[in-house]
Nanobody, 119 residues
Framework: QVVLVQSGGGSVQAGGSLRLSCALSGVRPWAYCLAWFRQAPGQEREAIATSDSLDGDDYADSVKGRFTIVRDSAKNTLYLQMHRLKPEDSGMYYC?????????????WGQGTQVTVSS
């Protein structure tokens, strides 16, 4: 059984940093595409960072250079390190896993965690 359990998030001022965690069960990190999605109020959910063992990491332009996706196979945990946060980064963040990064939607999802960035 695949279970993704998220932790982290919260409120921070613009320019600050946060780290999101996603504990993976039933998923072999090296065999799956892992990703972070974000959904802002009134907007569609978008992929902001993906990590594939063959193709490497990819980021949305809006977060490139500020966010880092990290897969820790030893801890079976996926992280999203976020720096220089902006108010427009606010929203619900979800980790996700699938056997392919091109599947839409991903098969497995975390429960989501709120990030609020104040100006």
């Amino acid at each position: 059984q695949v279970v993704l359990v998220q932790s982290g998030g919260g409120s921070v001022q613009a320019g600050g940093s946060l780290r999101l965690s996603c504990a993976l069960s039933g998923v072999r990190p090296w065999a799956y595409c892992l990703a972070w999605f974000r959904q802002a109020p009134g907007q569609e959910r978008e992929a902001i960072a993906t990590s594939d063992s063959l193709d490497g990491d990819d980021y949305a332009d809006s977060v490139k250079g500020r966010f880092t996706i990290v897969r820790d196979s030893a801890k079976n945990t996926l992280y999203l390190q976020m720096h220089r946060l902006k108010p427009e980064d606010s929203g619900m963040y979800y980790c996700a896993a699938d056997q392919s990064c091109i599947n839409d939607p991903f098969t497995y999802w975390g429960q989501g965690t709120q990030v609020t960035v104040s100006s």
